[in-house]
């Protein structure tokens, strides 16, 4: 109380007189121009978690819209920053696109998680820091049924929502049989399009796109060497509860947000709608032309069997009352639109050179 008496009355007589207190002269005299810094020193550096950079670069209709629900409410609660992205349709970028996109995530506040649907960025190939990668696959056919009627029915959480999506969609294409579609080989029910998952692990690469060994062995080891961890969703609550293992910081109390029945209850507005059965023939052909995504499928599948053994939790084999493909999953991505086919830079032939 006395000090800020003296303090006070300094001031008053500096105001009055136009100049400092003789008293105030001589400590500053004895003390120098000293500054909090000076005598306390630079303030602590943030302690940033470990890893502080994460990428998921979601795949689509395999289940990402429940994991961003969750980011959502646990970056509120740990304080991470998620970093998410506008653009929903564009998963294949030029040489340019690439530079800006790793420069904008690799300047964002740390700890961040940045998640958009995109192939594979290698970061270090363009001078920045490689994050730590972590997605999520599911069973190729079950993806692919499971997009192919949500572009035209949409979900449950409105009746216009597949007009939405598909605005331009004639309705001869909306309401295209999936047995002629496959059998009579459209477009849309064969390569390159049945060619989706591994793109998204292999890389920007032209070569990435067509279907074949190059591209299922480079994905093999950029899940290897680049990805923390690839889950299943059909196993998705052991997904969730190995990131809660490795990734506290940001995935922490993650099961209990996704067993919380008020977040269930959003998973019933999402599921696709309207789906019919493939004829068996029809799927035998779609298992034959996705042969090169169930390679992978099934490798990334014992890869995270083996990581679930590590940690004692068991991996339960039960026979589907129904094809496994049709069993609903919550709260389901929307697939990005294909973007229009690029012309092959030769930059990225060399640059991806082994």
């Not at 961040?112 to 994050?131: A, C, I, K, M, W």
């Not at 999506?165 to 080989?185: A, F, H, K, V």
């Not at 039960?318 to 697939?335: A, C, D, G, K, V």
């Amino acid at each position: 109380m006395a000090t800020l008496l003296v303090f006070c009355l300094g001031s008053l007589f500096y105001q009055l007189s136009g100049g400092p207190p003789r008293f105030l002269l001589d400590l500053r005299q004895y003390l120098g121009n000293s500054t909090y810094l000076d005598d306390h020193g630079p303030p602590p550096s943030k302690v940033l978690p470990f890893p502080s950079q994460v990428v998921y670069n979601r795949v689509g209709k395999c289940g990402s819209r429940t994991v961003v629900l969750l980011l959502r409410i646990l970056s509120e609660k740990h304080g991470f920053n998620l970093v998410t992205s506008d653009i929903h349709n564009k998963t294949r970028l030029t040489k340019n696109e690439q530079m800006e996109l790793i420069k904008n995530i690799s300047t964002a506040e740390q700890p961040y998680l940045f998640t958009r649907h995109v192939h594979f960025l290698n970061f270090s190939r363009f001078g920045g820091d490689q994050p730590v990668y972590i997605n999520i696959i599911r069973d190729p056919v079950s993806r692919f049924l499971s997009n192919y009627f949500f572009r035209r029915f949409g979900d449950w959480r409105g009746e216009q929502n597949h007009m939405i999506r598909t605005p331009s969609m004639r309705q001869e294409e909306r309401y295209l049989d999936i047995n002629e579609c496959i059998l009579e080989n459209y477009p849309e029910c064969s390569n390159p399009r049945l060619f989706y998952i591994i793109p998204y692990f292999c890389g920007q690469h032209p070569r990435c796109r067509e279907p074949g060994e190059w591209a299922l062995e480079r994905a093999k080891l950029n899940v290897n060497e680049n990805f923390l961890l690839v889950g299943i969703l059909e196993e998705l609550e052991d997904v969730l509860l190995l990131l809660e293992r490795f990734l506290p910081h940001y995935f922490k109390g993650v099961l209990s947000i996704y067993k919380d029945p008020e977040h269930r209850k959003l998973g019933n507005m999402t599921v696709t709608v309207k789906k019919t059965v493939p004829s068996p023939e029809a799927v035998q052909i779609l298992y034959q032309r996705m042969r090169y995504e169930y390679e992978f499928y099934h490798y990334v599948k014992e890869q995270f069997h083996l990581l679930k053994r590590k940690f004692g939790l068991k991996s339960l084999v039960r026979q589907p009352l129904r094809p496994q493909f049709f069993i609903p999953t919550p709260l389901e991505t929307e697939e990005p639109i294909d973007d229009e086919e690029q012309d092959d830079e030769k930059w990225l032939e060399d640059i991806y050179k082994r």
